[in-house]
């Protein structure tokens, strides 16, 4: 028995070799690409999350903050004269 490999036996070791080595290749192409996104996407968040609110978005903030006051006033002048009408009238409100 000779240690030489013949013709037959380097094929199927080449054949077998190429696509695990394209393979491992594009496997560690993609490892490599999605750490740089990871990394970009990151430091986007980052500078996003430093930033204030969007001027139109706070300005319509504070326009519904400003109509959500306004309607808790008008609820508890109702609750009043509810419970005003209901005390005058002897009616068992709830």
């Not at 903050?65 to 005003?84: C, F, G, M, N, P």
């Amino acid at each position: 028995m000779t240690n030489r490999l013949d013709s037959s036996t380097a094929l199927k070791i080449g054949l077998w070799l190429v696509p695990v080595l394209f393979g491992l290749g594009a496997i560690y192409q993609t490892m490599i690409g999605s750490s740089a996104d990871v990394v970009k996407v990151a430091a986007d968040i980052e500078q996003h999350a430093a930033l204030e609110s969007h001027p139109v978005t706070g300005a319509r903030l504070e326009i519904i903050v400003t109509e959500q006051r306004a309607l808790r006033e008008d609820v508890a002048e109702q609750a009043i004269s509810i419970a005003a009408i209901c005390q005058a009238t002897g009616a068992s409100c709830r």
